[in-house]
């Protein structure tokens, strides 16, 4: 089991090398940066004292160097002007557009994202699970019908329209004004129950809006999946114990079921980061979607790297937290193949 | 209520109870109007091929129909010798109130055919087993534990505490149907049925839970009902026989009159279907319905190609050795030797059968033959009739001519034709892969093979989910001689068909033998069917082959201690031969290690093969070899 845990902790540190490299090498591949476009533009205005600034930029965070040096300083193991300052050190680098180190720019959107898809994650599962129980063990029924129809509904609703409608309705039915996640004088203020609660007001709606298709798409799969298993012997062979029907659903076919959400943990994270930018921009939320779009338009390379960075430090320790999870859960996996 | 006065009362009675099943098409009947009585303490066999009804009744006394189905009318009257109350109608009960889910598991329990998947492979067997008892009686955790490695011990768990906390997946199929009855017996049913208890499971195993089921039979006074379509099973183990045919009762009556006087033409016609020993040589079987193609193959067109001089194809010293890995994801790794020097003659025209247990190695070979895998040591000689050649030494376009010449016949036709091409496609995918012939010459090729095969043209537009079982073979075997191939290697080809379509698939195989010129490795664990289609037989046994001899000599004359159990384990179906149950409940025949001298083999030797008799050889410890020459 250590060995395991070593194994994949040094499998997962080369696994984010490598993306580190890639995300380096695709920020980098357009023309030009973000301070050289700017330096032309003002040189173009006559603005000679701040394309000196720009200058000095350039020289501090080492852009003259060749690619490979600025990669290296980059990620902290190679003597940059400021010494050995990067990721592994915690530097996160500089944010060109906003004139502000990253780490003051990305701040609470990193822990406001994290919050907002675990809000998420958690109204997925709740919402789809006992309906797609429902579904398959009343197949073909009017239950299943509608509750088909509406995930289909769920699946094929764009869901930045979704965001507008319900911006509107919830504003106009229960006067909660539900762009971004605080109301406007807890903006900027420090956290206190007021916040807090303002803050849970504010996630009903992106969390119904960026769930619903991932639960429409999890009642489809986990139907199908139950589906399959509830034609299986051990089922039946549990019936023919005489368990009653819900509790040999749950022990059995439903355990059984499982195993592939489990294994989509993984996915799961870094596509709910990504995957809600649209929303995040209609409903204004103050997640790293939006900046992250914002950066890559501009190249805004450090910040641009770092969010690329995060998401894929999220899908790696979604992978190892959703193998450890299917370990725990079946022993077939746990114990191998005899 | 004493006990005498219900000891003459069945414990279980079926009164014309119909069972149909809701369809797109309609509903259907499969259970047609049936009654009979199962005793107290006594084993009924419910007999029939799939289809006939027979698990449908085991699932209407337990009510656990599928949701398509109903019982539409008649009573299964269940008269519980532990409540005094009189008969219970378990037909009028809801299937899931507290009354049917009392019995359900407690008086009435229930082991199905397929061990591999009837447990839940997510938890332990002692939770599954305790389960049941938790359910039925109120019982302190204490009191469920030992309860339960009781059970273990009773059926024959070598140690229960071990057992109680052990996976599915870790046990071999024979201690699954253990664990299985453990968990049927554990609150003491009075009437356990068994559907297909052993049809998944080797033969001596197969002897072992028979034995198993009758000893604790004897013990706890329990009524069995026995569904199975082996005969020889119910010549070893009922009392009473009822013979189902679509949906209807053929025949009732005790063993005696069952055997020596069947009456109706249908328990007749399955009798003469089943392969026996020591069946005359060039005797037929006969099948309910023979397949209309002796004509077709009588006149196929002979090939006409050069022969071989010797073996057509022959396998010298063939290894293969497997690597496992255990524990938490590193664990440690051993070895597994699958193959061990073996070494197999295949003569041009001939059948070699070849014998043994699950996990033997025998598809191991096969699949070395077919170069689907490389030995580790050892070849595979082929010879076309220019001359013995390296299999795993050729490439390019020789390659390509080996496949054609060696095609495989497989064990499960369902999964074995892809659902989504029609006939058509799949008799004429390897000529197309072949480049052989033009558009029309394989469409007359196509229409020749499924005649072959007994199949009618107008079936090649059809696809394969529009056939039965034994259709499907039959496919698969006209698939198999599309290329004109010299070799089939048939993997269990009929082990996942009923008896009736068996013989007709075995027959099929022997035409085509003789007019075709064809060379089979016939792979297989039922010694009877072997029996039937062979000339020469190898018995293998972990690897090793451990007896080979032609199958007159094989059978009159076995020599080696695996070959004498493998073949006394073979349930006849003939009341005058009885299984031996006695010589059968040692574990001891399928360790080469406790094998008797001279075939004792002690781990890494393989011991030296002897000629016993011309043609016979056994396989022997190397130093008795040396004492003897």
């Known amino acids: ?338 | 209520m004493t006990a005498g006065a219900t000891a003459g009362k069945p414990l279980l009675s079926i009164r014309d109870l119909v069972v149909d099943f809701a369809s797109d098409g309609g509903t259907f009947r499969a259970v047609d109007g049936i009654s009979f009585d199962i005793p107290r303490g006594r084993t009924v066999a419910l007999v029939g091929e799939s289809g006939s009804g027979k698990s449908v009744t085991a699932q209407a006394i337990l009510r656990i129909l599928p949701k398509a189905a109903r019982i539409a009318g008649g009573a299964i009257l269940f008269d519980d010798p532990a409540n005094g109350r009189g008969p219970t109608d378990i037909a009028a009960l809801a299937a899931d109130g507290a009354p049917m889910r009392a019995l359900r598991g407690g008086r009435i329990a229930m082991i199905f055919q397929e061990p591999m998947t009837s447990l839940s492979p997510l938890h332990t067997i002692g939770n599954q087993v305790i389960e049941a008892l938790r359910l039925h009686r109120k019982v302190s955790p204490e009191e469920e534990r030992a309860a339960a490695e009781e059970v273990f011990a009773h059926v024959g768990f070598p140690d229960p505490k071990r057992a109680f906390v052990t996976y599915p997946f870790e046990l071999s199929g024979g201690m699954r149907q253990r664990a299985m009855i453990a968990m049927a017996l554990i609150c003491r049913p009075a009437l356990l049925i068994a559907d297909e208890p052993t049809t998944a499971l080797d033969v001596t195993t197969q002897a072992q839970i028979l034995d198993l089921m009758r000893s604790l039979q004897a013990e706890t006074g329990m009524a069995i009902l026995l569904i199975t379509h082996d005969l020889g099973v119910v010549a070893n183990m009922a009392d009473d026989v009822v013979v189902m045919y679509r949906g209807r009762i053929m025949e009732t009556g005790s063993r005696k009159e069952i055997f020596h006087d069947p009456r109706h033409p249908y328990l007749k016609a399955l009798m003469h279907a089943v392969p026996r020993f020591g069946m005359a040589p060039g005797e037929r079987l006969t099948p309910l319905r023979e397949v209309a193609s002796a004509g077709i193959i009588a006149a196929t067109p002979k090939l006409h190609r050069p022969k071989p001089a010797g073996p057509v194809l022959q396998a010298e010293g063939l290894s293969k050795r497997y690597t496992l890995r255990s524990g938490w994801f590193l664990g440690q790794t051993h070895h597994v030797k699958a193959v061990n020097n073996v070494s197999l003659t295949l003569a041009p025209g001939k059948t070699l059968g070849l014998v043994g247990e699950s996990g033997c190695g025998k598809t191991t070979v096969s699949k070395i033959i077919m170069r689907a895998m490389a030995p580790d040591t050892g070849r595979v000689l082929f010879d076309d009739g220019t001359g013995p050649r390296d299999v795993h030494g050729l490439d390019g376009d020789d390659l390509f001519a080996y496949r054609r010449a060696v095609q495989f016949v497989f064990q499960d036709p369902f999964s074995s034709l892809n659902p989504r091409m029609t006939v058509y496609e799949i008799l004429t995918e390897p000529l197309v892969i072949h480049e052989l012939g033009t558009p029309e010459e394989r469409f007359a090729k196509a229409k020749m093979l499924i005649e072959l095969v007994g199949l009618d043209k107008r079936h090649l537009r059809r696809y394969p989910h529009s056939f039965s079982g034994g259709q499907r073979q039959r496919l698969g075997i006209a698939r198999a001689l599309a290329l004109s191939p010299r070799v089939l290697l048939c993997d269990e080809p009929v082990s996942a068909l009923d008896v009736s379509v068996q013989a007709q698939i075995l027959n099929l195989l022997k035409d085509l033998q003789a007019a075709l010129g064809l060379s089979y490795l016939f792979v297989s664990h039922n010694l009877a069917v072997v029996d039937y289609i062979a000339d020469t037989i190898a018995v293998m046994c972990r690897g090793y082959i451990v007896e080979e001899a032609p199958k007159a000599t094989l059978f009159r004359n076995p020599r080696h201690p695996y070959t004498q159990a493998l073949l006394a384990a073979v349930p006849s179906p003939d009341l005058d031969h009885p299984l031996d149950f006695d010589k059968l409940r040692s574990d001891r025949f399928s360790d080469p290690s406790d094998w008797p001298e001279p075939y004792r083999l002690v781990a890494g030797s393989a011991g030296v093969m002897r000629e016993v008799e011309p043609g016979h050889r056994v396989r022997i410890a190397a130093g008795h070899a040396r004492e003897a020459a």
């Open chain 1, 1 to 338: 089991m250590i060995g395991f845990l070593a194994r994949r902790l040094v499998t997962m540190a080369m696994t984010l090398l490598v993306i580190s490299a890639l995300v380096f090498l695709i920020i980098k591949l357009p023309p030009g940066d973000f301070l050289s476009n700017q330096i032309a533009e003002l040189r173009a205005q006559g603005e000679a004292a701040s394309a000196a600034k720009a200058e000095f930029l350039i020289k501090q965070y080492g852009l003259d160097r060749p690619a490979w040096e600025q990669y290296l300083v980059w990620i902290g193991i190679w003597p940059g002007p400021a010494g050995f300052s990067g990721l592994l050190q915690g530097d996160w680098g500089w944010s060109f557009e906003y004139d502000k180190p990253v780490r003051d720019v990305v701040g609470d959107a990193l822990w406001l994202t994290l919050l907002v898809n675990l809000a998420v994650v958690v109204f997925v599962h709740l919402m789809s699970i006992p309906i797609a129980i429902y579904s398959a063990t009343r197949q073909y029924s009017w239950g299943d019908y509608v509750a088909t129809f509406i995930g289909y509904i769920g699946l094929a609703t764009p869901n930045f329209l979704l965001a507008l409608i319900l911006l509107y309705y919830f504003n106009r039915w229960f006067g909660i004004s539900i762009g971004g996640l605080f109301d406007a004088q807890y903006a900027n203020a420090p956290w206190s129950w007021g916040k807090f609660v303002s803050l849970l007001q504010h996630l009903i709606v992106p969390t119904i809006v960026i769930g619903l298709a991932g639960t429409a798409a999890m009642i489809r799969r986990m139907r199908a999946n139950l589906l399959d298993e509830l034609g299986k012997q051990y089922y039946i062979t549990a019936k023919a114990k005489g368990v009653p029907p819900t509790r040999a659903l749950l022990k059995y076919p439903f355990r059984m079921a499982l195993n592939p959400f489990i294994a989509d943990i993984g996915n799961l994270l870094p596509h709910l980061v990504s995957g809600s930018v649209l929303v995040s921009l209609v409903l204004s939320l103050p997640t790293v979607g939006p900046i992250l779009l914002a950066a890559l338009k501009s190249q805004d390379q450090f910040l641009a790297g770092f969010i690329l960075m995060f998401v894929a430090l999220l899908t790696v320790v979604g992978m190892l937290i959703s193998d450890l999870m299917l370990a725990w859960l079946d022993p077939r996996i746990r114990l191998g193949q005899r």
